[in-house]
């Protein structure tokens, strides 16, 4: 029985309230059955000589293991219907790779790593931590603010200049070089996406675009959030400056650098572009809102930004 096959029938038969569990296939080096418990809760079992492993999976299916008559059981119940689809692809993804082990020990090794796999599959993020975007747009600025802004000025007024974890509207401001927003974007992004009316809402600066895509520890260019940061601190501490300002705005978006999802994360520059926002610029701007309105978030193609365009910068 395919995997699809497998599917069909289990939901046919948790639809038309069937309880109890039926062998899945004769053929199958596990004695696997499916079904639903006593109170129509989806259900897998897995019969056996050989003494499984508890998997780590949720608080929301119940693992019982027993040894009765020389076998070992190994059940699997699901206790919140909102997660039943991913329960029966799960089940029904674990009996479809563990089917060609050949024997018992090599199948219980193929259903341990189907367990393995989906739960860090589904691991929450721990609370706290920066989303994805959030963290390639963070890796941007940070990458920005050290391979750029520090190479045409001092570290600490470079870092001095940093303002958007600080809550202005714009991610950088220097007096002779103004307003700066840095956006970082994936390589398939067709939009460049704006926070707030203010955020282009002023006569004259640059929009700085850097394509940020993830990548490999070992890849060329590739970086961390917390090499990065490290490498913040010692370009202030080249010129005897303390870190302080970092940590005030490392501690203003939240970040713990300690935490080790800001070492495992890797990315690359790969390209830098440069526009030039005035008056014809396509923006939402604040000072052109009608009153009452705020609160606006929207995305500008990056076709639209072609014409403003005043340098582009390829990075290996």
């Known amino acids: 029985m395919s995997e699809s096959e497998l599917l069909a029938r289990w939901r046919a038969d948790l639809s038309t309230g069937l309880l109890g569990v039926q062998l899945v296939d004769v053929d199958h080096p596990l004695e696997i059955y499916v079904g639903a418990s006593d109170l129509g809760a989806p259900r897998i079992q897995v019969r056996s000589r050989l003494r499984p492993h508890v998997p780590e999976l949720s608080d929301i299916v119940v693992v019982d293991r027993v040894h009765k008559n020389d076998r070992w059981i190994l059940t699997l119940t699901l206790v919140d219907a909102h997660f039943s689809e991913v329960f029966l692809r799960l089940s029904a993804h674990m009996v479809s790779r563990s089917r060609s082990g050949g024997d018992e020990a090599r199948a219980w090794a193929?259903?341990?790593?189907?367990?393995?796999?989906?739960?860090?599959?589904?691991?929450?993020?721990?609370?706290?931590?920066?989303?994805?975007?959030?963290?390639?747009?963070l890796i941007g600025e940070t990458w920005f603010l050290r391979h750029r802004l520090m190479t045409k000025m001092p570290a600490d007024t470079a870092l001095l200049g940093w303002l958007g974890p600080m809550g202005a509207?714009?991610?950088?401001?220097?007096?002779?070089?103004?307003?700066?927003?840095?956006?970082?974007?994936?390589p398939s992004a067709r939009a460049v996406r704006v926070s707030s009316a203010e955020q282009l809402d002023l006569e004259a600066m640059a929009l700085i675009v850097l394509q940020v895509p993830q990548a490999a520890p070992s890849e060329t260019g590739a970086v961390n959030l917390r090499g990065l940061v490290g490498s913040l601190v010692d370009a202030l501490g080249a010129i005897s400056c303390p870190h302080d300002e970092v940590d005030v705005r490392l501690n203003r978006l939240g970040v713990d650098i300690s935490e080790d999802y800001y070492r495992d994360m890797n990315f690359r520059v790969a390209s830098i572009e440069t526009y030039a926002v005035n008056a014809a610029f396509p923006a939402i701007r604040a000072s052109s809102l009608p009153p009452g309105v705020g609160g606006v978030t929207y995305a500008i193609e990056r076709t639209a930004l072609t014409p403003h365009l005043t340098s582009s910068e390829t990075l290996g």
Do not use: C, M
């Open 110 to 137: 193929a259903v341990d790593a189907v367990f393995d796999e989906w739960r860090r599959l589904l691991k929450p993020r721990p609370t706290g931590l920066l989303s994805l975007e959030a963290l390639r747009g």
């Open 169 to 186: 509207p714009q991610d950088f401001w220097y007096s002779g070089l103004g307003a700066l927003e840095a956006k970082a974007i994936g």
